[in-house]
């Protein structure tokens, strides 16, 4: 079974940080792309902000370039979101999703976690 969990949401102040994690289970994880959308209350559509695929190349969304790393622990199973200089606008729920390679559209991806809220306040 395909299990994806999040952690490391919360709240915390403009300019602060967070790293969020998604641990992996149930499938070949390294060889598949993973990424972080977020969905802020009130619209539909999860953007992606970034991606690593399998053989670690990155992508960012334009608005978070600089300030968000994203990385992965192939031993751990484990996908991290290092989250600095932390706006009000990224207050959104954030969620990992997996797929063969690093898709822009969330309806591509095959599996996703549960979520977990990151709330910015100013």
């Known amino acids: 079974q395909v299990q994806l969990v999040e952690s490391g949401g919360g709240s915390v102040q403009a300019g602060g940080s967070l790293t969020l994690s998604c641990v992996v289970s149930?499938?070949?994880?390294?060889?598949?792309?993973m990424a972080w959308f977020r969905q802020v209350p009130g619209k539909e559509e999860r953007e992606r902000i970034a991606?690593?695929?399998?053989?670690?190349?990155?992508e960012y969304r334009d608005s978070v370039k600089g300030r968000f790393t994203v990385s992965r622990d192939n031993a751990k199973n484990t996908l991290f979101l290092e989250m600095n200089s932390l706006k009000p606008e990224d207050t959104a729920m954030y969620y990992c999703a997996s797929d063969a390679l690093c898709w822009i559209l969330s309806n591509k991806y095959n599996f996703w976690g549960q979520g977990t809220q990151v709330t910015v306040s100013s």
């Open positions: 149930g499938y070949t994880y390294t060889t598949y792309g």
């Open positions: 991606c690593v695929e399998s053989d670690g190349k990155t």
